[in-house]
């Protein structure tokens, strides 16, 4: 049974940091896509940062320069750490982990495995 479970969200002023853990209990990540999405409610999920089998790693144009996406093989952990953090970042955060996938920005539906989701809140 894979499960993945996030951690590190919570509410932060304008400006501040937060970084997010995503533990993957049985899969291993290396080769895999993994990514972060995030959703506010009556809007669709959104591509946050994804690294693809090729560990190739790709940005929404709104957080580049202030995100990083990172991953811990050794540890199963998948990591975001969001700087210079925006009113307009405040979602619901999930970690995503597929098979083998070489798009540049894999789409939502290249993942099969999901986690249950951490809220960031910032104002």
């Known amino acids: 049974h894979v499960q993945l479970v996030e951690s590190g969200g919570g509410s932060v002023q304008v400006g501040g940091s937060l970084r997010l853990s995503c533990e993957a209990s049985?899969?291993?990540?290396?080769?895999?896509?993994v990514g972060w999405f995030r959703q506010v409610p009556g809007k669709e999920r959104e591509g946050v940062a994804t690294?693809?089998?090729?560990?190739?790693?790709s940005y929404v144009d709104s957080v580049k320069g202030r995100f990083t996406i990172s991953k811990d093989n050794a540890k199963k952990t998948l990591y975001l750490q969001m700087s210079s953090l925006k009113p307009e970042d405040t979602a619901m955060y999930f970690c995503?982990?597929?098979?083998?996938?070489?798009?540049?920005?894999?789409?939502?539906?290249?993942?099969?495995?999901w986690g249950q989701g951490t809220q960031v809140t910032v104002s």
């Open positions: 049985t899969l291993d990540l290396a080769g895999r896509c």
């Open positions: 690294i693809n089998s090729a560990e190739f790693i």
């Open positions: 995503a982990a597929g098979g083998t996938c070489h798009q540049r920005a894999p789409a939502a539906d290249r993942f099969g495995f």
